[in-house]
């Protein structure tokens, strides 16, 4: 961390200074000025000039433990919990050194309880104040100055993948070193930068917080020594598959290399006592689940057999591949013509003409999925997993996309991660865009992501978001 200056902090932190400087006193006069109103609390009455003394007394001794915590340090990674902390400990400072000086205001010296309210109500304004700072960055508090080490065909990924503001909340782009071995037609719009002196010494000058790897050819190449004295010098250093993982929410399939799969965190969950009870916690929701939607099916049935006739079947069922590769029937409200696949398996493609009229209603809103709930008590399936895929194309995928398999290591789900942020795919490389959310779910997988995922999922369902 750097040095506590108020000199040293960036135009930014110096804005916010001043800001919570004003906020951290004014707390203060507030809480004395509506204790005057109301006389919740008793109190000498103090003038004016020494009241405004004390709170800015007060907001100093809050502010110099804040700088000394790092709070207005623009480095500081912390999420919310660890800037609520931080905030915490130093106004508990602030409260505690004036009520050491507190005695030698005599007369004029404030009630203990009023202090209290003080800090109280400074602690719940602040934490507002940082969460909403921390969400809209508008003191650079947010964003890393970003620096790609490598300027070929792996660092042409963020390039593409992450070319829109939307997809850069996290970070600025300061820009691509060339390094040797880089492909010539890799980075084509970014900034291209030719070192001529140290990285060290251009990542200090240009205020640098991460640096990320990316450089076709490493081996023998990479300036360890380097990286090695920027990170201790505070710089981060991460890795292009890390990179893509954290600010997209997926994995580069294209990139892994069997290493970073042995030495990363997750894909196989350790948890024994989540997989035991999964079965459990999925059947029991699933039985709740079938109570609220039964009429919804009922409905589906009947506009079924209104469009189709009433000997149309309403449901069928087709084989998919679960859990370790094992095979198991799907049920499904019927959405196509009773002769969709007379011409054998496809894949469903935008504006298929095999799609009946209810059928595109039943797709839009997911109640053609309902009947998988059958699924979920069976042990098949969970409520959250990657999407169970047809034999026929698993066998051709798997031979086409590497790591497809992978995906098999968990139960299929009703909705998944890769639903919610690729809802499409009808090619081979739509397969290929979902299996990098998949494998990121599956590395990530936990109680919270699923939660996350079901209630994206019923925002999908309500506003007609799903195809």
């Known amino acids: 961390m750097s040095s506590p200056n108020f000199r040293d902090l960036s135009i930014g932190s110096k804005s916010l200074v001043i800001i919570e400087l004003v906020f951290f006193a004014a707390a203060l006069l507030l809480t004395v000025y509506f204790n005057d109103v109301f006389s919740f609390i008793e109190q000498n009455k103090v003038p004016t000039n020494i009241l405004i003394i004390y709170a800015l007394i007060f907001a100093l001794v809050v502010q110099l433990s804040s700088l000394a915590l790092g709070l207005y340090n623009s480095k500081l990674r912390e999420n919310f919990p660890g800037i609520f902390r931080r905030l915490l400990v130093s106004i508990a400072i ?135 004295a920027c990170k201790i010098r505070g710089i981060e250093i991460i890795e292009i598959l890390d990179f893509i993982e954290r600010e997209t929410g997926q994995i580069a399939v294209n990139l892994i290399y069997p290493s970073w799969v042995i030495y990363s965190n997750g894909f196989a969950s350790a948890n024994y006592l989540r997989n035991t009870l999964d079965w459990i916690f999925n059947a029991t929701l699933a039985f709740f689940f079938f109570l609220i939607t039964w009429p919804i099916m009922l409905i589906t049935v009947i506009f079924i057999k209104i469009e189709e006739g009433i000997n149309a079947p309403v449901l069928y069922f087709q084989e998919r591949v679960g859990l370790d590769g094992q095979a198991f029937n799907i049920y499904k409200f019927r959405s196509m013509k009773v002769d969709a696949e007379k011409d054998g398996a496809q894949m469903a493609s935008e504006n298929d003409n095999r799609i009946t009229k209810i059928g595109n209603f039943l797709r839009k809103y997911r109640i053609d999925e309902l009947p998988q709930i059958y699924n979920i008590m069976l042990g098949q399936m969970g409520f959250v997993g990657p999407r169970p895929e047809r034999p026929e194309f698993v066998q051709q995928l798997i031979k086409n996309i590497p790591y497809y398999n992978e995906r098999h290591n968990v139960k299929p789900g009703l909705t998944g991660w890769a639903q919610l942020k690729y809802p499409y795919g009808a090619t081979e490389n739509d397969s290929l865009e979902k299996l990098k959310y998949d494998l990121y779910y599956i590395k990530h997988r936990s109680f919270l992501l699923d939660l996350l995922i079901l209630i994206r999922t019923v925002e999908v369902v309500l506003f007609g978001k799903g195809r």
């Open 94 to 228: 602030g409260f505690f050194i004036m009520i050491l000086i507190n005695p030698f205001y005599g007369e004029q010296s404030l009630a203990i309880e009023l202090l209290a309210f003080s800090a109280v109500a400074n602690l719940i304004f602040m934490s507002c104040f940082r969460f909403f700072i921390l969400q809209v960055d508008f003191f650079g508090y947010r964003k890393k100055n970003v620096l790609v080490l490598g300027s070929g065909d792996r660092a042409s990924i963020i390039e593409r993948r992450m070319r829109r503001d939307v997809d850069r909340q996290g970070f600025h782009l300061h820009g691509f070193v060339v390094m040797d071995g880089d492909a010539e037609n890799g980075i084509e719009r970014e900034t291209r930068i030719t070192l001529v002196g140290s990285l060290v010494s251009y990542a200090l000058e240009h205020n640098i917080d991460e640096i990320v790897v990316a450089s076709d050819e490493r081996r023998n190449n990479l300036p360890v020594d380097e990286l090695f």
